[in-house]
């Protein structure tokens, strides 16, 4: 498979970036320094290209019906111009992807997926479409995707015109029109700090990526994007979620509305015990990585490190972990094993650190 | 891009450089090897009067995305570690060269210094990745 390029993949290079493959994509990792990156995105704001990720659209009386009966999390109920996040499980209540769904209207649904699995879902929401009356499109090779995330991202907007309206809450999302381009903008994003996502034509990203650096955002890549996520223990697909664990098992509970009417995977999920246990942990010393063993006090291995790596803002190793549910220790007392030593780790039960977004 | 290699240092094709003063031998990484990891966040060191041979893997630095061991160009014991480091490990990526230099080894076998790279031969290296 040759390798894929956004429409910002020049821009990428002008700057310098260090690029790498990801899903497909020759995406940008860093361009000055992960820790800057990072830093910006906390306390001002950066812009990161995100168009790899896939865009669906899903048209029609159903539509509403459809992304419900697909997704784990109540979607019939969610007002209009809101979005949902949820896992999207098989019968047997895996988890083939996590996805935001958009309700642009009560007919009209914009699902945003991981690039790594675009096909996967795809093949997958097309196989149970018969018996509804609405449509699915894949608009992943149409749309660029910016995301502009950080304290500072909302005046940066306005000071460029895109946000007029004066309510535009967290987890909602508007069509509108800029400079006779239509343009979708949800404030949603992966960092946990307020911000927007924006999804337009190509070349409208390119100049949006330009002026919004003008302005002062800061450009980051995928690698400030995995810390800024973990600090805040959003989980990725491949880590925390992946084809052998149901969304019970990493944390998710909170996106699987048993109650709600039939959906993909109900009836496993009802049925279900979970066999892991999602925990955070941090070290003093040392940086967790991913595939790290997790140990009790008597050096039994409970479970494995998923993603792992050193806190910006904290400065200390972080990590999430799965561990063993039926092994996980009465005493909480956890370690992990780095280079043939055990270091004893701090168990959290919330995020390591609370990200702004309001 | 141009990396900074000093020509007093001998060089290793694991981006070491080592600076020889009789049968001391201090032990870094390169300007390149800072610059291709990023953000170095943590080292971790031997103890002083490790026994290391050529080759061997001496500690590890690591930035926000990735571990990478260091390994020691010759045989001989540690004599003496660079205590700021662990704390500091940005120095790594200020200072290759001076501040962030990390271990000193009393040589065992001199006739290893042969196998290690001019300045000449690790800029050659270099271009030819």
Redesign the interface.
């Known amino acids: 498979m040759t390798i894929q390029k956004t429409s910002l993949h020049n821009e990428h290079l002008i700057l310098k970036a260090?690029m790498a493959p990801f899903a497909g994509f020759d995406m940008p990792?860093?361009y000055t320094?992960?820790?800057e990156e990072v830093q910006a995105v906390r306390t001002s704001a950066g812009i990161f290209d995100v168009s790899h990720m896939g865009e669906f659209l899903v048209e029609g009386m159903d539509a509403v019906a459809f992304v419900d009966f697909l997704i784990t999390n109540d979607f019939t109920n969610a007002q209009d111009r809101k979005a949902v996040y949820s896992p999207l499980c098989r019968d047997n209540g895996t988890v083939i992807d996590d996805l935001i769904a958009y309700k642009l209207g009560h007919q009209r649904v914009l699902i945003c997926v991981n690039a790594s699995n675009i096909k996967k879902d795809w093949d997958w929401m097309s196989s149970h479409l018969s018996g509804f009356n609405c449509t699915l499109k894949n608009l992943s090779d149409d749309y660029s995707l910016l995301a502009l995330q950080g304290p500072k991202a909302e005046s940066l907007l306005r000071e460029l015109g895109l946000l007029e309206i004066k309510e535009f809450p967290y987890y909602s999302i508007m069509e509108t029109s800029f400079q006779n381009e239509a343009i979708i903008i949800a404030r949603t994003g992966y960092t946990g700090e307020d911000g927007f996502e924006i999804f337009s034509g190509h070349h409208f990203a390119q100049k949006l990526w330009r002026d919004l650096i003008s302005l002062g955002a800061k450009p980051c890549g995928l690698?400030a994007r995995?810390?800024l996520r973990l600090e805040v223990c959003y989980p990725l697909y491949g880590h925390e979620l992946s084809d052998d664990v149901t969304p019970l098992d990493s944390g998710l509970s909170w996106t699987v509305k048993l109650n709600k009417a039939l959906f993909i995977g109900k009836q496993a999920l009802l049925d279900y015990l979970p066999k892991f246990q999602l925990i955070k942990l941090s070290l003093d010393k040392?940086?967790p990585?991913e595939g790290y063993e997790v140990l009790d006090s008597n050096a039994r291995v409970i479970g494995k490190v998923t993603s792992g790596?050193?806190s910006?803002v904290t400065g200390k190793?972080i990590a999430m972990a799965l561990v063993s549910k039926e092994k996980n220790p009465t005493d909480k007392k956890y370690f992990i094993n780095i280079?043939n030593t055990n270091y004893e780790a701090q168990l959290h039960t919330k995020a390591f650190i609370n990200g702004g977004h309001k | 891009m141009a990396h900074n290699i000093p020509t007093d240092l001998k060089y290793t094709k694991d981006h070491e450089w080592t600076k020889i003063d009789g049968n001391i031998v201090t032990i870094g990484i390169t300007d390149f090897a800072q610059s291709s990891l990023g953000d170095i966040v943590f080292v971790e060191l031997p103890e002083i009067g490790k026994n290391l041979k050529a080759h061997e893997t001496f500690g590890v630095v690591e930035s926000i995305k990735s571990v990478s061991d260091l390994f020691s160009p010759v045989s001989g014991s540690v004599v003496e570690i660079n205590n700021d480091l662990p704390a500091s490990p940005e120095l790594c990526n200020a200072e290759p060269y001076s501040g962030a230099w990390m271990i000193k080894i009393k040589l065992s076998d001199s006739s290893e210094l042969n196998s290690l790279l001019s300045a000449n031969d690790y800029e050659n290296f270099l271009s030819s990745l």
């Open positions: 260090k990792l860093q320094s992960v820790k690698a995995d810390v040392g940086i990585r790596t050193m910006v190793g280079r």
